[in-house]
């Protein structure tokens, strides 16, 4: 994580994401969509620049705001992407729609622990980024990383969770057990054999893990 002031100020050197964009930003803000914040996403596609990947599978679209930015970056990758909540799901659609993206980006509805089955006939991806339930993360790395192509990459959002992972003590109960979690799946990720696994303090946090050929 960076210091509000330097975060605002590099909020404010990010290019213009075009006039849909933009209004899906300000949907997510004036409804409380969590979507990912706007450094980390530049920082994420940023990475996504220099990798070039053809497929990416996401957990967790939101109401599509992750997916449309990856497939307006990089014009050639095919996306899937996987959401539970009713309401976010149709937001999504409707704004994949409007993008004219529904032939580069597919939705599935239904929980991600339960879905996976759906993917199995799909060819392996180069990019897996996980932004869902924090506290199953770790089960989404292990179900979905068999998905990724050995030399892929993992990206996992959200590994600082607003900082309390460095707290000693948190009052409130809820975030002392997510942090717990969080932190639990911070070092799993770190002594994964088959990963080399890196944390970047942009955003709320971003860990890249690339997968061991």
């Not at 509000?4 to 209004?23: C, D």
């Amino acid at each position: 994580m960076i210091d509000k002031k330097i975060e605002t100020y590099l909020k404010e050197l990010v290019p213009s994401r075009g006039e849909k964009i933009e209004k899906i930003e300000a949907y997510a803000e004036k409804h409380g969509v969590p979507i990912m914040d706007l450094v980390g996403m530049e920082s994420l596609l940023q990475i996504l620049k220099v990798r070039q990947p053809d497929r990416i599978l996401e957990i967790g679209t939101a109401i599509g705001y992750s997916a449309i930015r990856m497939a307006t970056t990089i014009s050639h990758a095919m996306i899937v992407t996987i959401e539970r909540d009713k309401e976010r799901y149709e937001q999504a659609v409707k704004n994949v729609s409007e993008l004219g993206l529904t032939n580069r980006i597919t939705i599935h509805y239904g929980d991600a622990l339960e879905v996976s089955e759906k993917l199995e006939q799909d060819p392996l991806f180069d990019v897996l980024f996980i932004d869902a339930a924090k506290g199953q993360y770790q089960r989404f790395f292990s179900i979905y990383g068999q998905r990724v192509k050995p030399g892929g990459m993992i990206l996992s959002d959200n590994i600082l969770f607003r900082g309390y992972v460095a707290e000693e003590e948190i009052e409130h109960k809820r975030h002392r057990q997510l942090a717990e979690k969080m932190k639990h799946y911070n070092r799993w990720l770190m002594e994964h054999p088959d990963y080399d696994t890196r944390m970047l303090p942009v955003g709320d946090g971003l860990a890249i893990s690339i997968k061991k050929r």
